[in-house]
């Protein structure tokens, strides 16, 4: 008799898993606050400094904050507020406060929870429960 | 309508065919091949060519693993007897063994699903699933 003893190699499993959760928390983040296009992403990343500088700056200008200027008066008239180059710049603190603390953090544990525990499963069925991280509840 | 069924004539694997009206000349085979001429319809996955006969047979079947389902704890078994000297089993495509003395027995520790597969020319390809729980 040829007896073998062969135990399912996880490898290539928990590679797929992984790459899933990564996929989902990326399409997590695009859906709640990216949106698509390199100059628009470049636009946020732009705002977010200006928004943090402005915040030890007593005497703002609009010529060194171009894109608060921008968002203020965008607003503005589009809204018949008042608003001033220090608000705008409290606004936008305060979003980016909330995604890196509040959802963004949210959507890091989730993803790394399930990676961990996708490596420390032991069967298929296992590994495919780790994956299976309910986005919708962060 | 006659059935004109192209085989390798080393092992008499069946490689491709046609039906068609019968002629003195048939079509030329591939490089390698040869062309049977015959009114018996043909399967590759099913026939194969006798070779010492040029007659059409059916490839041989496997006796199938005594159950599917076994318990993940390396002790439990799943068997499969009656194998011709040679047989290959193979296992998710990852590992294979060679058979030589009729019986192969398989138990595992992971509780998952295993697909096996039997070969061994001419019998027919015997694949099954096992599952370890």
Do not use: C, H
């Not at chain 1, 636009?43 to 928004?51: D, K, S």
């Not at chain 2, 006659?2 to 004539?9: G, K, L, R």
């Not at chain 2, 080393?10 to 390698?32: H, K, L, Y």
């Not at chain 2, 040029?54 to 704890?73: C, L």
């Amino acid at each position: 008799m040829t007896a073998v003893t062969y135990d399912k190699d996880l490898t290539p499993l928990r590679r797929q898993a992984k790459a899933k959760v990564d996929n989902r928390a990326e399409r997590e983040r695009q859906r709640r606050w990216i949106t698509p296009g390199d100059g628009q992403q470049q636009e946020y990343v732009m705002t977010r400094e200006e928004a943090f500088a402005i915040a030890d700056d007593g005497d703002p200008s609009d010529t060194d904050y171009p894109q608060l200027a921008a968002e203020r008066d965008a607003q503005n008239e589009a809204l018949s507020t008042t608003k001033t180059l220090a608000d705008v710049g409290q606004e936008v603190r305060s979003i980016v406060a909330q995604r890196n603390g509040g959802d963004g953090a949210a959507i890091k544990k989730a993803r790394r929870r399930a990676k961990l525990q996708i490596d420390a499963a032991t069967t298929p069925a296992d590994i495919e429960a780790a994956a299976a991280v309910d986005w919708s509840a962060l | 309508m006659t059935n004109y069924v192209q085989f390798d004539p080393t092992t008499g694997e069946i490689t491709g065919g046609r039906s068609g009206p019968r002629v003195d000349n048939p079509t030329a085979p591939q490089s390698g091949q040869e062309v049977l001429q015959t009114d018996q319809r043909a399967y590759a996955s099913r026939d194969y060519v006798d070779t010492d006969t040029n007659e059409i047979k059916q490839r041989p079947t496997f006796d199938a693993f005594d159950k599917t389902e076994i318990a993940a704890d390396g002790q439990d078994v799943a068997t499969v007897s009656n194998l011709p000297e040679g047989t290959t089993v193979t296992v998710d495509d990852a590992q294979s063994w060679t058979v030589d003395d009729g019986v192969f027995a398989f138990s595992t520790n992971t509780p998952a699903t295993y697909t096996v597969r039997v070969e061994n020319w001419p019998y027919q390809v015997y694949e099954t699933e096992i599952t370890a729980t």
